[in-house]
Every structure is written in structure tokens, then in C-alpha cells.
């Protein structure tokens, strides 16, 4: 039986539920105070991680500590003021990250990763947004023979327990793949099933495109929400009320605040992250996407440009921008790649919505019916959108799930 959904949040994950939702038959709109795909979604490092099978854990060796608390490196920052009220979730963070208890997560974490690209597939076919995507994979560079065994290592293990393809390269054929490099690597890895993205927001608005030609509505403004109304929920937005019997929240990181506003605690907490597209020299060009591990950044070639993303910083909320990292970064990508000028007038930023048990949030809110939840994809979400998108609304028609949804319920959260 069709029902009537509000998704707040259009960047990857949302129009992905809002889509699967009204391919289903019902009624959906879909709110967001910008256009779809500009928000966190605009910004990442264009990458399908078909093979991000083990989430992003805790520092967890002395060394790596203690260079993050000095501020030694440009992969990780900090502002001192935040750490008070991170504080609770960082050391859940931390308590997770053992060794025990990453390997169970990332044993869940797994099994949504597993159907990133067959979902993302079948949204980009529907949407005609194939150009979009290359198939060739990215690269992980390595400047030191101790990192590169370091990444070996980590490959072997991701190809062992979760049946991931790779192919190492040595500096030679580093050299031979981008012939415009320089500075000699040690080596490589290839992630070779593992798509990328000519133009992340575009492919999200591509998607809401297919939403609205499929008969969903796409409605730009700030909403209030409030259970009640006709049918069970209202959004109230410029003087319009929207009923509706279901609600969903997939707002990425502001989905914190919206469900507090409905009496939930979920623990999470922000990673700001920073890009800057610069001039590409045709008789230079960066051909594929590569990533310079042992500093913290990632070079894409892009429609904008060659788009630099940083590593994480954490602030407190509302803090202005400190693109510290990116000056860093970009400083180190000059000496290996020549880097045209910049493009951007400033440096964008956006905001990463982590959990503390790496895991994100979906399925049905524990004490309210008809309530929904969908966020929390940390580093992941334009990978795992379309697959979580399919599993929400699988759960909310009470169909048999892609996964076990069990490990992302809200409920774990009380």
C-alpha cells in the first residue's frame, strides 16, 4: 500500500532513499535547504569505495597519538577548543577501534560496501549519468618502502577476508602511469573495482532529476518538524504545511540536530574536510585519481579541475573555516604534481557525519512510528548512498532487507 514520505536531506544518501522510495510507488517529497548535491555531497574526493570494507578507525599506536596531539602532520587537526565537547564520543570512538571490535564492525560495515557499485549502477542508469562515472579504479602512493608494505599488507588482508581485487605497482610503473610526477614513489596499490566521479554534485543532482521525472517533488527551503498532522507528520516550510505518515531523516550532519528536536541522543560528531580545484597544464595532465597516503591528501582530475581533498579536522560547530591542512597539503602536492593556479575563490569545506561505532544510522526511529532514520555514513556516504537508500526502503515497506540491518538499527542507541 502506497504511503506519503518526507526525506529531509538531498546530497547522496537522501535523494538515494527519496528515489528508491518513490520507485516503489509512493508519494515523496524531498526537502533540503540547498539544491540536491550541494552540500557535503558537492565536496568529497569522488570516489566509490568498493573496496572502504574496513572504516576509518581510532588512531591506535603511540607514534601515530602523539604525532596527532602535536599537530605534527597535515592528515588530522584539530582546533583545542572542540575537544572538551568531543570529548564523550572520541573516547567511544577510541573504545570501538580495538582490534576485537573493528573487526566485528567492520565485518557489518562490509556487507553494505559489498553492493555499492551494483546500486550505484542501477541509479546512474536510471538518471542516464553513465558519463559520470569511470571504471578504471584509483591509486594509493607510497613515498617510503616502509609505508608501501604498510599498504601491502592492508590490501592482502582486505583481498583475504573480504575478497577485494588489487594490483601493487612499483616505482617504475608509478612513473610510467603518471609520467608528470615529480617525485619518484616507492609504490603503489590499484584499487581495481572501485569507480569514480567526474563531478560529484552533478551526480547527485542527476539522481534527483530521476526522482522528479518518476513524480517525486523536490522542495528547497528549511523545514520544522513535528509528529501530528493528517496523516501522522508535518513539515512546516515558507507558510506551507507538508502531511505525511512517514518521516525520514537523512540530513548527513545536520540529522543530529533535527532528531534531538524529536527527543533522540545520537552520538555524532563531525570531521570537517577541505578542497580546492586548480588550473590542469594540458601538456601535463593528471590522469587518474591518486592519493599521497603518507601525507594525508588526494589528488582527483575532475570537470573543475584538479580537485585536492584534505584529511579530517575537528571543530566545534560553527566554527570558521581554518584551511590549515589544504595550505599543507598543497605546499607537498606542488613538489609532486604541477599544480596550475587555484580556481576556487576560497577553499570549500564540508562536514563528515561520523558515529563513533563507524556504522551508520538506518532503519526505523525506536519510539516514534513512522519516523526513519538514514545518516551517518562518516567518509562513505556517496559510496554507500544508494545501497542505504535501498535498504531504508526496504525496511519501511517490510520487505526482505539487501543486509542484516541489525548492525545499523537506531535502536542501539536507546
Request: glycine fraction near 12%; charge should be positive.
Amino acid at each position: 500500500m502506497a504511503r506519503s514520505f518526507v526525506v529531509v536531506g538531498a546530497g547522496m544518501v537522501g535523494v538515494s532513499v527519496a528515489l528508491h522510495l518513490r520507485l516503489r510507488g509512493h508519494e515523496v517529497r524531498l526537502i533540503d535547504r540547498g539544491l540536491p548535491g550541494h552540500g557535503t555531497s558537492f565536496g568529497n574526493a569522488g570516489i566509490i569505495q568498493r573496496e572502504a570494507v574496513v572504516p576509518y578507525g581510532f588512531p591506535r599506536s603511540p607514534a601515530k597519538l602523539l604525532s596527532v596531539l602535536l599537530r605534527r602532520g597535515a592528515d588530522i587537526r584539530y582546533h583545542v577548543s572542540a575537544l572538551p565537547g568531543l570529548a564523550p564520543a572520541l573516547l567511544r570512538y577510541w573504545w570501538h577501534s580495538a582490534p576485537t571490535r573493528h573487526r566485528r564492525i567492520a565485518a557489518a560495515y562490509a556487507t553494505l560496501i559489498a553492493h555499492s557499485l551494483t546500486e550505484h549502477g542501477r541509479l546512474a542508469d536510471l538518471a542516464g549519468a553513465g558519463p559520470l562515472l569511470r571504471k578504471d579504479g584509483w591509486y594509493d602512493l607510497y613515498r617510503s618502502p616502509a609505508g608501501l608494505a604498510e599498504g601491502l599488507a592492508r590490501a592482502e588482508e582486505a583481498r583475504r577476508d573480504h575478497g577485494i581485487p588489487s594490483t601493487a605497482l612499483d616505482g617504475d610503473a608509478v612513473a610510467r602511469l603518471e609520467p608528470h610526477l615529480q617525485e619518484r614513489m616507492a609504490g603503489a596499490i590499484h584499487w581495481t573495482d572501485t569507480w569514480t566521479v567526474l563531478d560529484p554534485g552533478a551526480l547527485v543532482a542527476a539522481h534527483a532529476q530521476a526522482f522528479r521525472a518518476a513524480g517525486g517533488e523536490v522542495i528547497r527551503g528549511e523545514a520544522t518538524l513535528r509528529a501530528g498532522g493528517v496523516r501522522g507528520w508535518q513539515a512546516a516550510l515558507d507558510g506551507r504545511a507538508l502531511d505525511a505518515s512517514d518521516l525520514v531523516l537523512a540530513a548527513g550532519p545536520w540529522a543530529t540536530e533535527l532528531s534531538r528536536e524529536l527527543g533522540y541522543r545520537i552520538p555524532m560528531f563531525v570531521k570537517r574536510g577541505y578542497h580546492m580545484h586548480y588550473r590542469m597544464d594540458p601538456a601535463r595532465p593528471l590522469g587518474n585519481w591518486i592519493a599521497d597516503l603518507e601525507t594525508g591528501y588526494l589528488l582527483a582530475p575532475m570537470r573543475a579541475g584538479i580537485r585536492l581533498t584534505t584529511g579530517a579536522e575537528l571543530a566545534r560547530p560553527g566554527t570558521p573555516p581554518t584551511p590549515v591542512q589544504l595550505d599543507m597539503d598543497e605546499a607537498v602536492a606542488r613538489r609532486m604534481f604541477p599544480l596550475g593556479d587555484r580556481l576556487d575563490p576560497q577553499p570549500w569545506m564540508g562536514a563528515r557525519p561520523c558515529m563513533p561505532d563507524m556504522l551508520p544510522v538506518i532503519g526505523a526511529a525506536p519510539r516514534h512510528p513512522g519516523l526513519w532514520f538514514c545518516f551517518g555514513h562518516g567518509h562513505q556516504g556517496l559510496t554507500m548512498g544508494p545501497a542505504s537508500g535501498r535498504l531504508l526502503a526496504e525496511l519501511a515497506d517490510g520487505d526482505a532487507p539487501l543486509v542484516d540491518p541489525a548492525p545499523f538499527s537506531p535502536a542501539r542507541f536507546g
